[in-house]
């Protein structure tokens, strides 16, 4: 089957100062026939938001670690 590629935007919100207030805009890179360029799609199922909340806990998590 064909992979979605996600992309996450982060639009910082007008308090920038806190972490907890960016908001993540999860965006589907849909790329064209000939591979250039593309759109951005909104991300609209409940599968596919709860999976990308998922990879950005995980993605997270990870980081603290570190």
Known sequence: GFEKEYVILA???AQADDDDLIE???MINEPDESGEGGRFLPVETDEEWDMIEE???TKLDDDHEH
Request: hydrophobic share 45%; net charge negative; charged share 20%.
């Open 55 to 57: 990879v950005v806990n």
């Open 24 to 26: 993540l805009i999860p």
């Open 11 to 13: 639009e910082e919100g």
